[in-house]
């Protein structure tokens, strides 16, 4: 019985679970109307036509915010769990490595 509680098992049910659910869920599913509306694959912006077809949005700011996020939180969880951790010279170590790491990547992240 210990071993439903371990995590690669756990995953394997609930995506074996919720596969057989989705299977399950497609045989009461309506097919969809075959319509072809004038207009329904135009761009829309705000009830306009948009005459220059589709955006594509610049998402290069927003993933340099992103990963400076990701870099800074999992470093703070590290160096607070290494904290938590019986203080020897191996911890000490790790924690000022990890910490250099750290400021190379957000170097090389922001060197532009």
């Not at 299977?23 to 207009?39: I, R, Y």
């Not at 939180?73 to 000490?92: Q, W």
Request: hydrophobic residues 55%; negative net charge; charged residues 10%.
């Amino acid at each position: 019985m210990q071993y439903l509680i371990l995590p690669p098992l756990c995953f394997i049910i609930i995506f074996f679970t919720a596969w057989g659910v989705a299977k399950l869920g497609s045989f009461f599913v309506l097919a969809p109307k075959s319509t072809h509306e004038h207009g329904k694959e135009d761009a829309y912006a705000c009830g306009e036509v948009y005459p220059e077809g589709r955006i594509e949005p610049d998402y290069g700011a927003f993933f340099r915010f992103a990963v400076f996020f990701t870099i800074i939180d999992v470093a703070g969880l590290m160096v607070a769990t290494l904290a938590a951790t019986t203080f020897n010279a191996y911890v000490a170590t790790a924690a000022i490595i990890y910490v250099l790491a750290l400021s190379l990547v957000l170097a090389i992240l922001y060197s532009k």
